[in-house]
């Protein structure tokens, strides 16, 4: 079953602006990380962030954990046309490896 | 590094039929590989974990008679999806954690589109 919740599940922004989707989950967990999928194409890993780890960047994304509130959100900042793409969570539970998925965030970034 | 192959891209079939589908990680080993299947604008949902050289786990729900699944080796997993029906048609994209990874990113093949006509 999905543990992770998605929000926005669609989100439509004009280039240059930020973009900033949430994601929550249920559980405890080892990790949560983001990913990137074009249509039709499988997924590209954006960045990992533990569950000791607070805040971490890679170039214009930033991501932010919060253990207390089962929450974590990504941060796209200047945002291209070709960020255009759909967006997940995924949390690696501490009961094992596997990845339990969020709903995604389609996000359309207009020239 | 770190490249998982899924082959076919794509493929279509006729309702009865059986289509295989491979997964490779052309650059590691992994002992444990994932099968997802995503429908149109969903989210992925996790089918079965496949593990090197024994049986495969499967998610509540998914049919492991119809969907078969076979790693004999560290860097092949196989998803047969045996009498495709045309509820079949989906996304199906695998993917693998290096051996001995911890709190390490999984990675995925481009998946595979299945018609079943």
């Known amino acids: 079953s999905q543990q992770g919740e998605e929000d926005p599940q669609a989100l439509s922004i004009q280039e240059g602006e930020n973009a900033t989707m949430n994601c929550s989950y249920k559980?405890?967990?080892?990790?949560l990380q983001w990913y990137r999928q074009n249509s039709g194409r499988g997924l590209v890993h954006l960045i990992l962030?533990?569950?000791?780890?607070r805040e971490k960047h890679s170039g214009r994304l930033r991501v932010t954990l919060d253990t207390s509130k089962k929450s974590s959100s990504l941060l796209i900042t200047a945002s291209r046309a070709a960020d255009t793409a759909s967006y997940f969570c995924a949390t690696e539970e501490t009961s094992g490896s596997r990845l339990t998925f969020g709903e995604g965030t389609q996000l359309t970034v207009n020239p | 590094g770190a490249v998982v192959s899924q082959h076919p891209s794509w493929v279509i079939c006729k309702s009865g039929t059986s289509v295989k589908i491979e997964c490779r990680s052309l650059?590691?080993?992994?002992?444990?590989m994932f099968w997802y299947r995503q429908f149109p604008k969903q989210s992925l949902m996790l089918m079965a974990t496949?593990?090197?050289?024994?049986?495969?786990?499967?998610e509540q729900g998914v049919e492991k008679d119809k969907f078969l699944i076979n790693h004999a080796s560290l860097t092949l997993s196989t998803l047969t999806v045996t009498s495709a029906h045309p509820e079949d048609s989906s996304f199906y994209i695998c993917?693998?954690?290096?051996?001995?990874?911890?709190?390490?990113?999984?990675?995925f093949g481009n998946g595979t589109r299945l018609t079943v006509t």
């Open positions: 993917s693998a954690y290096p051996i001995s990874s911890y709190n390490s990113p999984l990675h």
């Open positions: 650059d590691f080993q992994a002992t444990t």
């Open positions: 962030i533990r569950s000791n780890e």
């Open positions: 496949s593990n090197e050289g024994s049986k495969a786990t499967y």
């Open positions: 559980t405890s967990i080892n990790n």
